[in-house]
């Protein structure tokens, strides 16, 4: 922590043993769905959990007055803005080792031309430095959770629980070029994602494990039945890539005569609790059949646009009741993970798609990228700043020209989404523990992650 005074956006004064503390800031927004800003407000953080959260009392108390919490309260001040961590709902984080490779292809071509050759040579150790240099790059820009599909999951669960992140790490299923053949390869490949979970759930109280089969055009049907059945029973998510491309979308209907959706609908693959990745090319009958089964959408709009593919519905699913989040995808296809990026093209091409400038408010944009992520992983106490949510916490400063002029409450959130970014972003916490302080990630040595990922993409680019 800074010295009191030291131009740094949060001051600390340690009152007790650190396990209870009062965040004091100018401005709280909750994004509980109320719509409420507590300006100046507080949250109240004991061990990793918010216990409370409102205005701050007027005076500001004392240690020995009637609203403080009680002795052994630590007291962090906040200059700025207190807001619930950005819940990132699709993301391969380790391809920062693919990063700005095979730029403009089409989806198609730069997998199967580009991509899955390269990962075919992936070690758990590359894995690891790649979700390393992620997570600092995430944390930096104020997102504290991410639901990760990729493989060697050990290693990329390492990295979150070392580096200090939250995630939901489903393990990923999909066959490289080069594997062997082998007739029991998925079969074994469910028994390790079952063994990770049985392992590793819960873990740090950060981690989260879930399956990640890759898509329906790449996973047999009988296969992405029997990953929902063991996903079912454990109540873990199910994550996986739906109708990401026109083509993707025509070539399934001519071979398998329905949707995408129709035949995970028919296969109960629907029964778990499903992530629909993308969801771009979904017709009425599609999203009836998500409304119908619960299944929520991870909108990806920067891969969709980086790659051509195209604008998800946004404004219909919202209005049908899907639950949606936001996700930044593989920093090879996007290529950062800035959930700010996100939110503000999401607002932006809703209104353009449906030629209307209030077709998603700022209000509605942070909140996808806050507790409608939380809400679309199945984790109600993400996302979200209020009794009993983990104390996941991001700080920003206000002193910017972006702030500026500020009239009312509604402006803060409008100046939010439409003229601040992650830049702006000072401290962050995650479980109530500092992670980012004035823009630097503490918590990894990014110099040392940044070296090995350069040292390990060029050698599988070589390959
Ligand atoms: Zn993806």
Known sequence: MSEDGGGTAVRYRADGGGSAVRYRADAVLPCDGSGRVFRPGRVDVVGDTVVAVGPEPDPVPDASSAGWPGS???????????????VNTHCHSPMTLFRGTGENLPLDRWLGEVLWPREAHLTPEDVYW????????LLRFGVTTTCEMYFFEDALADAVVASGSRAIVTGGFLRLPGHTPDPRWWERRLDAVVDLHA???????????????????????????AVADVAVERDALFHIHVAETSGEVDSYRAEHGRSVPAALADAGVFEARTVAAHSVWLSDEDIALYRRHDVAVAHCPQSNAKLASGVAPLVTLLREGIRVGL???????????DLWEEMRLAALLARLRDGDASALSAREAIELATRGGGAALGREDLGVLSPGSKADMVAMTMDDPAFVPLHEDSHLVEHLVWSASSRLVT??????????????????DVAEASRQVEARSRRLAAV
């Not at 879930?210 to 992405?224: E, I, K, S």
């Not at 995650?430 to 990894?444: H, K, N, P, S, Y």
Request: charged letters at 20%; hydrophobic letters at 45%.
């Open 327 to 337: 996700g930044t995808d593989g920093p090879a296809s996007n290529n950062d993970l």
């Open 199 to 225: 392992r590793r759930h819960g873990e740090a109280g950060r981690l989260e494990i879930g399956f990640g089969p890759h898509a329906a055009y790449t996973v047999p049907m009988r296969v992405l039945a």
């Open 72 to 86: 052994g309260w630590a007291e962090v001040r906040v200059r700025g803005l207190l807001l619930p961590g950005l």
């Open 130 to 137: 790649g979700m390393t240099l992620a997570v600092a790059e």
């Open 427 to 444: 401290d962050v916490w995650v479980g109530g523990r500092l992670v980012v302080e004035d823009g630097t990630c503490v918590t990894v």
